[in-house]
């Protein structure tokens, strides 16, 4: 069994009559909480820079913020309704859309750029970033295809039409430049052909071969080789590249272990450049201290526990590999964000899911979570599957059940095993005894 698999914990059940499913409610209240927490620590990162500002307006971030929620939770009930059954026909459609974006993004009077990034397409509000479209694209489409065709993870070259359109999706991202979405998505598929059954030496294969690629891209590329620098030697270079992972460093550690009080952060206000988006995590850790990082990843925890679970019963191969690489993906671009705030990895530019600003990263985020929902009260996309004699085990969420499965066969062959000896032992002891009496009535 998968390291990573998760035991059954009883049958799914409802506690009254209504009552969703222990998954759907855990989901949607790690959901709700994060998305309350980042409204507050938006708020918090950004009021005194938009206050000090031309703007003027210390809520402004805030204001949009909550309309971007709000348009998030729609989504996100109406994706709970019968998002599986509805997104999966749609595939295809939003993949090459999504693509189509990630082309038009680079056009010149298409695209917009912010900080030499070129990845928005629109104006004001009404921005909106291709991809983070892509992101939950890729995951719909690979989790559709591994589904629909599960022989092709038993070789590498099976894999090869999928792993390209992963990787067009990559370097379309990268192009804008956007190396931080290209390695979510890089690992979340990864742990999805990990949850279809793919064997490890196979990985292993692909991620020695991907790490090579990525490693290129980074030579190649002055400001990549900057960030990949500031990372293993901030000090090198203070007031440069490692300006920002140093001063993220000096927030975490200011907050000590209660913090130093919600809104009382100095960092943000003169130190972290863009402190309400990805670098939101340091105003956490200086604000809220210890504490409140640890109340952040208690709920990212909270999530992918529910998320792994929901995967785990869902009714189909299709929904167990959608809640699977959904799951993945959002605890990824955590853990990516948490490690580069906390000086463990390289900054990425992003974004924290449900808490960070960003009015593109919620929606899908929420969207996901909705569609997250939807499998874990049962939702299902039935489609033709390709399945016969070249149908894989999913080895994150059904390698319990599998062993489970294997341990009630070999307990059931054990007893009849058993039973049969009985039954043989007293068969022979009833034909010794009529044979005794035979000869003792013959004797008389």
Not at 109 to 118: D, F, K, T, Y
Not at 190 to 219: F, N
Not at 230 to 235: E, I, K, Q, V, Y
Not at 358 to 385: D, E, F, H
């Amino acid at each position: 069994m998968s390291a990573f698999s998760l035991g059954r914990l009883g049958p799914r059940t409802r506690t009254k009559s209504g009552a969703q499913p222990i998954e759907y409610s855990l989901l949607l209240t790690a959901t709700l909480c994060l998305l309350a927490f980042g409204v507050v620590m938006v708020f918090s990162a950004s009021s005194t820079t938009q206050l000090l500002g031309q703007s003027g307006d210390s809520a402004y971030y805030l204001k949009r913020t909550l309309a971007v929620g709000a348009i998030g939770l729609v989504l996100m009930r109406l994706m709970s309704v019968r998002g599986a059954k509805v997104m999966r026909p749609l595939t295809g459609l939003l993949l090459i859309v999504s693509f189509g974006l990630l082309l038009a993004v680079m056009l010149p009077g298409i695209g917009s750029s912010a900080n030499g990034a070129q990845r928005w397409i629109g104006a004001g509000p009404l921005q909106i970033q291709p991809s983070e479209l892509a992101k939950l694209a890729l995951i719909l489409y690979g989790a559709n295809l591994l589904a629909t065709r599960p022989q092709m993870t038993r070789e590498i070259r099976t894999l090869v039409p999928y792993l390209a359109v992963v990787g067009m999706g990559c370097l379309l991202m990268m192009a804008e430049p956007d190396l931080g979405t290209a390695i979510v998505v890089s690992l979340s598929t990864a742990a999805l052909l990990v949850a279809s059954g793919v064997k490890i030496r196979h990985l292993l294969l692909l991620a020695a071969g991907l790490g090579a690629i990525v490693l290129l891209l980074i030579l190649i590329e002055p400001y990549r080789m900057q960030r990949l620098t500031g990372f293993l030697n901030p000090t090198g270079d203070p007031s440069g590249a490692g300006f920002q992972a140093i001063q993220a460093k000096i927030a975490m550690g200011s907050g000590g272990f209660f913090g130093v009080g919600l809104g009382q952060s100095l960092q943000k206000a003169f130190y972290l450049p863009e402190a309400h988006t990805d670098m939101i995590a340091a105003v956490i850790g200086e604000e809220l201290g210890f504490v409140g990082i640890g109340a952040l990843l208690g709920l990212f925890g909270l999530y992918g526990y529910a998320g792994l679970r929901t995967a785990q019963r869902a009714k189909d191969r299709y929904t167990k590999l959608l809640a699977a690489g959904l799951t993945s993906m959002v605890l990824i671009q955590a853990i990516v964000n948490l490690f580069a705030v906390m000086g463990l990895a390289p900054l990425t530019g992003v974004p924290l899911p449900f808490v960070s600003y960003g009015n593109s990263s919620l929606l899908v985020m929420l969207a996901s979570t909705g569609l997250l929902l939807n499998i874990a009260k049962g939702g299902t996309a039935a489609a033709p599957a390709r399945t016969g004699s070249g149908a894989a085990r999913l080895r994150v969420v059904d390698g319990g059940r599998a062993a489970r499965g294997r341990a009630s066969t070999a307990a059931g062959r054990k007893a009849t095993s058993r039973a049969k000896s009985r039954d043989s032992r007293g068969g022979d002891r009833g034909t010794r005894r009529s044979s005794a009496g035979r000869r003792r009535r013959a004797s008389r």
